[in-house]
């Protein structure tokens, strides 16, 4: 399931995501870092792909030849659940 970094919405799988590629929904790039199954916030450069050339602007298009769409989906939004009720969903007794 290939969804979009700032809408959140599903796209479709025959969707062809080239470099200029948009959002049906929301028109922001596709081929970008935070749709990438490489993008890693934590990581050098953002990106787990040691080879790639470093990108600035993680949200805008670029030409990373090793690029992925990431089928898992990115969120960098807010979760439905507060942190406190994901503690205490952690430590529930069934």
Request: with cysteine; hydrophobic share 30%; glycine share 6%.
């Amino acid at each position: 399931m290939k969804v979009c970094h700032k809408c959140k919405k599903e796209i479709a799988e025959d969707f062809f995501v080239g470099r200029q590629a948009q959002c049906p929904s929301c028109g922001s790039d596709l081929h970008c870092c935070l749709n990438c199954s490489f993008y890693d916030a934590g990581a050098y450069n953002d990106c787990r792909e040691p080879q790639a050339e470093r990108v600035l602007d993680k949200a805008r298009s670029n030409f990373c030849d090793f690029f992925r769409f990431n089928h898992a989906g990115y969120s960098s939004g807010p979760t439905d659940l507060d942190p406190k009720d994901k503690l205490e969903d952690l430590f529930k007794k069934n």
